[in-house]
């Protein structure tokens, strides 16, 4: 990269071919730029990402109404909860008896296939947060659901049943 591409007295190297020496030198400069790019908007999209994860930590677990997101407000429901159990994480969450559910983490009316898609997700975040986003009456939530071993069945603590 910072090899002379000139002899002694100023003349072209003979021995290597500087048009496309001079070429890769390019392409690598403007490479290393969009690299430097794009590194610096990943950090600005961390830095928000993380901004965002404090302030949910500082409200809590606790449920949200959902802004006015027209996707989830219009989509339809394809879960109901049937059952909940006392001290379960679904409880916890704030998921009641009657909520139908809009989506669960990644799976939504379009893409939802059977209850083992649910069982699935379930499993691979437990102990982690799962977005759950439910229709009560006329009001549309989002609650964080976390599964975790309690005393009860399962790690959600609650019957769910496609509609």
């Known amino acids: 990269m910072t090899g002379n591409l000139v002899d002694n007295e100023d003349y072209p190297r003979q021995d ?5 020496v001079r070429f ?15 590194m610096a908007e990943i950090e600005e999209g961390l830095h928000i990402v993380h901004a ?10 606790s449920s949200q109404l959902v802004s006015a997101g027209q996707g989830e407000e219009s989509s339809p429901s394809f879960l109901r909860v049937n059952q909940i159990s006392p001290r379960s994480p679904a409880e916890q969450a704030g998921l009641q008896v009657g909520d ?3 989506r669960f983490g990644s799976i939504n009316s379009g893409n939802f296939q059977n209850m083992q898609a649910v069982a699935s997700v379930v499993q ?3 102990g982690q947060s799962i977005t759950v986003i439910i229709r009560r009456g006329d009001n549309t939530q989002r609650l964080n659901l976390i599964p975790n071993e309690w005393p009860g069945r399962g790690l959600l603590g609650c019957n769910i049943v496609p509609l």
């Open 16 to 20: 290597i071919d500087v048009y496309a």
């Open 24 to 38: 890769a030198r390019n392409r690598i400069i403007c490479l290393q730029n969009d690299h430097k790019t794009l």
């Open 52 to 61: 965002a994860a404090r302030a949910k930590k500082e409200l809590g677990n």
């Open 100 to 102: 139908e559910i809009v």
């Open 124 to 126: 691979h975040s437990k």
